[in-house]
Structures are given as structure tokens and as C-alpha cells.
């Protein structure tokens, strides 16, 4: 038995990954990668719930998982893999949609704010997309799932999921608990500093690619939104730009709300706006050169996805055993 325990999360390539995600929870799984067994998931089949150009989605789930490697997840030590390889995702996921009940994803928030974004287009997908996370999630008997605030709901609907089917048919499935950061769990963006960064985001401004040129960055920074008062303080609810740089400050430092603070009494917002702009700068660097490098040597990613989805289907197969037999599937 594997001592260690086990932590899933994944990312949609349906845009280019962001600071947000990064600072949400890539970080995180960095950080807890080597106290548990994990597996990061590059999930194609959550992205079509909204319409993606073939030749992108494909592009992106490469650049992905180049991206996860240069963010420091080791394919050697990590089960990385895409969706789509792993059939017992979509096979769990039916199984799953029969346990889900319809109020329940009518609450969802990401499917409300999805629909209202996508309005010529709420499909079936969309509005089952929980169920497939569930899935994802079930199938690997995770403890831990490392997100942004955002996620929240969806994990909670997990454990309802996972609840409802062990009470009928006995300990199933374990059952997964969240791990949202206490900073940086909601990067807001920097034009618009009531809404989520978010990889879709129409205004380029707003967002920071985990890609992007230090001189992109830079001038994102520069033209943040602020406010009319001049003082660096943390106040959430009447300074958000302020307060969403003072975030990212932070955690791309590892200086803490009040160190920030302090560091920049007596300062105005063009310093603090430069100095939030060059931390982000060397924070990405050597992610962008190492993802970089890594988009050289296609063999070597192809490699690595078939490794893991190989893993990871290893271990799915025998949870999806277990549920068909439970729910009287006859055997093969
Ligand atoms: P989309 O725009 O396609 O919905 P997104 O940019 O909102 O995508 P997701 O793929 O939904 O990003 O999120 C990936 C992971 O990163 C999730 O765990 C999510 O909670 C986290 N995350 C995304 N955006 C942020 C953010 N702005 N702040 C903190 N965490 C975030
Ligand atoms: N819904 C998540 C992506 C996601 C996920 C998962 C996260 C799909 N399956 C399983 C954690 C665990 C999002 O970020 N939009």
C-alpha cells in the first residue's frame, strides 16, 4: 500500500495558461507534489463544452503540459497526463451524470456565469460539466484537490456525489477535500479588478500570461487599475486593484500582506506598480525559457503523455471496475 496520499487537479487548455492559474494552483502543486501522489490532468474534454478551433485545443494541450513540467512538476515523479487518453474518465463520468441530480447543477455558479458568456451555446456539457470533474477526481480515490476559489463549488458537489453513491453501494469512492490557497486563491484582473483573470478574458490587458515577454508584463503592470488615494494598503473591498497587486506581490515574493505594506510606506503607485511588474517578471522567466526549450523536443513530450496516461489508466481502471460492478454492469 502506498503510504502517501493521493492529490488530483487539472487545468482546461481552452486558452493560455495565466497568473491566476498559476498562483491558484499550479504553485500549489508544485508545493505539495513531493508529500503526495499525484496526478495533473490536462482536460480536453472539459474545453469543448465551449466551442475550441481543432488546431488550438490540440496546440494548447502541448504547450500545457510544457508548461506544467517548466513550472517544476516532474514527469518522473508526477502522473501527468490529457483527458482524452484516459476513456475511464467519460466511462466514470456517465455512471456519475445518473447520480447527479439536475437542481444540483442548476446551482453551479461556473455554469450560470458560463451560459450568460455563451448564451448561443449552453449545451449538455456545459451544464454536466460537474460530473465529469467528479469523475476525474473519484476515479484516482484523491484526498486532495488543489484549486482557486472558483472550484470550490465543484469539489463540494463532488463529495455530494461521492457521498450519495457510497451510501447506496457501500465505501466506494474517497472522499476528496479541497485546498484552496490563503493567498492568491482569486487573482482579479488588472483592468478590471471585480473580475476573475480568467484565460477566456476578452481584454488583454486584464490578464498575464504565464508565457508572456517581461515587456508585456511590464506594461500590463504600469497600466493597472488603482484608485484615487495614494496608500498601499490591503482593503479588499474599497482598494481591489491595490489589493489584487498586493496579492500577487505577495505571493510571487513570499513577503506577507503586511511586509508589503510596510515596504511601500511613503511610496506612490508608480513604484509599487513597477515593483509588483519586475517580481512577476522574474517569477515567470525561467518558466517561460524552460517551456520554451521543452517545445523543442516534441518526442520527448509525446513520451511523457503516453507514459502517463498509461499510469494513470492503470489506476482509473480499478475504480471504474469497482462501480460498474456495484451498480450490476455484467462483467466482461
Ligand atoms: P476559463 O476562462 O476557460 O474558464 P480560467 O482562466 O478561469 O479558464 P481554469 O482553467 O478554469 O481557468 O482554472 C484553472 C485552475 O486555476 C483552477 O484551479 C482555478 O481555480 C485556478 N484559477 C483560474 N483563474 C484563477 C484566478 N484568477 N485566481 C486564482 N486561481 C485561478
Ligand atoms: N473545472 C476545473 C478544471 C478541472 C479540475 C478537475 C480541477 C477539471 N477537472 C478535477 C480539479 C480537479 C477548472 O479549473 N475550470
Known sequence: MDAKKTIFSGIQPSGDLTLGSYMGAIK????????????????????????????????????????????????????????????????????????????????????????????????????????LMAADILLYQTDLVPVGED????????????????????????????????????????????????????????CIYIMDKPEDIMRSFKRAVTDSDTVVKFDPVNKKGVSNLMTIYSTATGKTLEETENEFVGKGYGDFKIAVGEAVVELLRPIREKADDLMKNKDYLVSVYREGAERASKDAYRTLRKVYKKVGFVER
Open 28 to 131: 500549489n502543486w508544485v508545493e505539495l507534489s513531493n508529500d503526495y501522489n499525484t496526478y495533473f490532468c490536462i482536460v480536453d474534454m472539459h474545453a469543448i463544452t465551449v466551442r475550441q478551433d481543432p488546431a488550438s485545443l490540440r496546440k494548447r494541450a502541448i504547450s500545457q503540459l510544457a508548461q506544467y513540467i517548466a513550472c517544476g512538476l516532474d514527469p518522473a515523479d508526477n502522473t501527468i497526463f490529457i483527458q482524452s487518453h484516459v476513456p475511464e474518465h467519460a466511462q466514470l463520468s456517465w455512471v456519475l451524470n445518473c447520480y447527479t441530480m439536475f437542481g444540483e447543477l442548476s446551482r453551479m455558479t461556473q455554469f450560470k456565469d458560463k451560459s450568460a458568456k455563451n448564451a448561443d451555446n449552453i449545451n449538455a456539457g456545459l451544464f454536466t460539466y460537474p460530473a
Open 151 to 206: 472550484q470550490k463549488q465543484h469539489v463540494e458537489l463532488t463529495r455530494d456525489i461521492a457521498h450519495r453513491f457510497n451510501t447506496i453501494y457501500g465505501d466506494v469512492f474517497k472522499m476528496p477535500e479541497p485546498y484552496i490557497p490563503k493567498v492568491g486563491a482569486r487573482i482579479m484582473s488588472l483592468t478590471t479588478p471585480e473580475n476573475k483573470m480568467s484565460k477566456s478574458d476578452k481584454d488583454p490587458g486584464g
